[in-house]
């Protein structure tokens, strides 16, 4: 039996709203860089260990370009919708993947994304695959990932699918502006979503969970080819709304290609990653349109504004969180100091738990990349180590915060934990002994969450037995 023991000082912590909390919320875990380029061996000690902390899907990029024949010019005969167009041999990392996640009980969210092959973009010689992709390819490239994992066709079936990749940032989608200041990227994104449902139900997912979205939270404030775009300008632009919440016409509409507008359908969630600046969940926000854990609020209520003007089909869509995470100092010293990162990682899953349309909460990545070139916002560095106090944060989760002078919320949770397990709220005095709380009991999903009556502010701390 292994005891863990998590502390946090309620002193410097004040008084919040309540809200209606979200209890169910699985945890996405995505390390492309383990579980698809590292080899059998290091893919299944990383899933094993993404397995054994908790998690409940595993997310995996599958890479158009790395799927489809290349070149300049599409192959004679190759017809993109169909699988016996693509090579066995293609797939292989990713059967591999999918067989080895589903053999630990994982789920899998597949998400399909650019770089696109080059005789699928409109650029000449686009060695990157991101210039205007071709939708109607992409998602005749969709209908056929999703037909070789229907379930029978020899490989296990995905029941979950998110469109893209960060398509408000330029590595992954060009151009998102015009010169003349006006946006791109949106619009040639919801074709890549249209075709991409359609496909999926093509294929027979008929009930499955499908996403969209996939927004970078914090953009940049002027227009242009190569800047990033805030998420909810990028949303407004997406359902063809301007500033205002109001349809596109005349000329404006025609050079977005929104004349004749189709409410989007077939969806079922948005995927948004909420990344913080390094100074975490506390940071003011300078720009009313990004979207960082602490204000995803904006990405429902962008949702609620589409549904109302008859852009989109649903009431009270659910955000999925399906990429999260600090990237720390070290090793990189222009990012978050490690020592703050527990804190920081605590209270921004209370921020998400708290939120009933908040549907996931993730974890980007296990292992960092190699220092200073990619990300590092792991629970270990790149050589294997525990990044201390982060690992713990991460599998341990634990946040209180006043109520009111003489009441305190306490919420976490062991999230390999099972419904019904119990954990101990402690608390002491200055200088004094831990001694019981309250003895409380897990959810479904390994959280739990009380109101406690305390005679004064003091230190407190989580014991779980597992």
Not at 6 to 14: D, F, Q, R
Not at 57 to 78: E, M, N, Q, S, Y
Not at 282 to 293: L, M, S, V, Y
Not at 388 to 416: K, L, Q
Request: aromatic share 10%.
């Amino acid at each position: 039996m292994r005891k863990t023991l998590l502390t946090i000082s309620l002193l410097a912590l004040g008084a919040a709203p309540a809200a209606q909390a979200s209890s169910t919320m699985p945890t996405i875990f995505q390390d492309d860089g383990r579980v698809l380029y590292s080899g059998d061996g290091p893919r299944d000690a990383a899933l094993d260990e993404i397995a054994a902390g908790g998690a409940d899907v595993v997310k995996l990029h599958v890479i158009w370009a790395d799927i489809a024949p290349g070149g300049a010019t599409r192959p004679d005969g190759f017809r993109g919708h169909l699988l016996s167009s693509y090579s066995e041999a293609a797939f292989a990392r990713y059967d591999e993947a999918i067989r080895a996640a589903r053999a630990r009980g994982l789920q899998v969210l597949l998400a399909p994304t650019t770089p696109a092959p080059g005789w699928a973009t409109r650029q000449r010689g686009d060695d990157r695959g991101v210039y205007r992709p071709n939708p109607r390819e992409f998602g005749r490239f969709v209908r056929a990932l999703a037909t070789r994992y229907d379930g029978r066709h020899g490989q296990p079936e995905v029941t979950m699918w998110t469109i893209g990749n960060e398509p408000n940032h330029p590595d992954f989608l060009q151009p998102l502006g015009s010169r003349r200041g006006y946006l791109i990227g949106p619009h040639i994104y919801r074709e890549m979503v249209r075709h991409s449902v359609a496909g999926i139900r093509l294929a027979g997912h008929r009930r499955d969970t499908v996403l969209f979205g996939e927004t970078l939270p914090i953009g940049k404030r002027r227009t242009g080819p190569r800047n990033t775009i805030s998420p909810v300008t990028f949303m407004r632009e997406f359902f063809c709304l301007d500033r205002r919440w109001r349809p596109y016409r005349g000329r404006a509409a025609r050079r977005r290609d929104c004349d004749g507008f189709e409410r989007i359908t077939g969806v079922t969630g948005y995927a948004h990653h909420p990344y913080t600046r390094p100074g975490g969940p506390g940071t003011r926000e300078t720009n009313a349109d990004d979207a960082q854990i602490q204000s995803i609020g904006r990405i429902t209520r962008a949702l609620d504004r589409a549904v109302a003007r008859r852009r989109l089909s649903g009431r009270n869509m659910r955000v999925y969180i399906t990429e999260f995470g600090f990237q720390s100092d070290p090793p990189d010293r222009f990012w978050t100091p490690l020592r703050r990162i527990p804190a920081y990682l605590n209270q921004s899953e209370w921020m998400a738990y708290r939120n009933r349309r908040v549907a996931s909460w993730s974890q980007y990545a296990l292992t960092d990349d190699v220092p200073l070139a990619g990300f590092q916002s792991g629970l270990r560095f790149s050589d294997g180590s525990e990044k201390p106090g982060v690992y713990d944060a991460y599998r341990r989760p634990f946040y209180v915060r006043s109520r009111s002078s003489r009441s305190i919320e306490a919420w976490g949770a062991v999230r390999n934990g099972e419904r019904g397990d119990t954990v101990e709220v402690q608390q002491r005095p200055r200088g004094g002994e831990f001694s019981r709380l309250r003895t409380l009991r897990l959810n479904s999903r390994g959280y739990f969450r009380a109101l406690i009556r305390i005679s004064r502010p003091r230190e407190m701390r989580m014991s779980a037995r597992k």
